[in-house]
């Protein structure tokens, strides 16, 4: 990526809610070489939940939707009612996830991390 993107990233704090560790610390990875805080990663919704309702420095997260047979849309609703933009990676179809966040980007894996660092700085734009 170039050096506009890591300006964008500076500072930022991402969750990213992820099961698989090696597509967890990909992921991670590649949003800290960003210039980005990485929170977590975490794998359950049990370990997100106290993340996404209580740490008010989120600016964005990346979430899977299936961990470990539960989903992750309890954490998604949370983020929402806080105004916190996500987004979704998952071997998912997009039907599965609820109308209510059918507008949510959804990024398909195997994660192409450039893909991702581009949906989420577009998502930085304006947060000032």
């Known amino acids: 990526m170039d050096n506009h993107s890591e300006a964008i990233f500076q500072g930022r704090r991402i969750l990213v809610v992820e099961d698989e560790y090696m597509i ?3 992921i991670a990875r590649s949003l800290e070489k960003q ?3 990485v929170l ?3 794998g359950s919704v049990a370990d997100a939940m106290p993340l996404a309702s209580r740490d008010s420095d989120i ?3 990346v979430l899977d939707i299936n961990l470990r047979n539960e989903t992750v849309f309890t954490v998604a609703d949370v983020l929402r009612e806080r105004g916190i933009p996500f987004v979704f990676a998952t071997g998912y179809e997009a039907s599965v996830v609820p109308l209510r966040h059918a507008d ?3 990024i398909e894996k195997p994660v192409d991390t450039e893909c991702l660092i581009r949906c989420l700085a577009n998502m930085q734009v304006g947060k000032g």
């Open 24 to 26: 967890a610390t990909d």
């Open 35 to 37: 210039g980005a805080t």
């Open 40 to 42: 977590g990663p975490v």
């Open 59 to 61: 600016d964005s997260a």
């Open 104 to 106: 949510v980007p959804l």
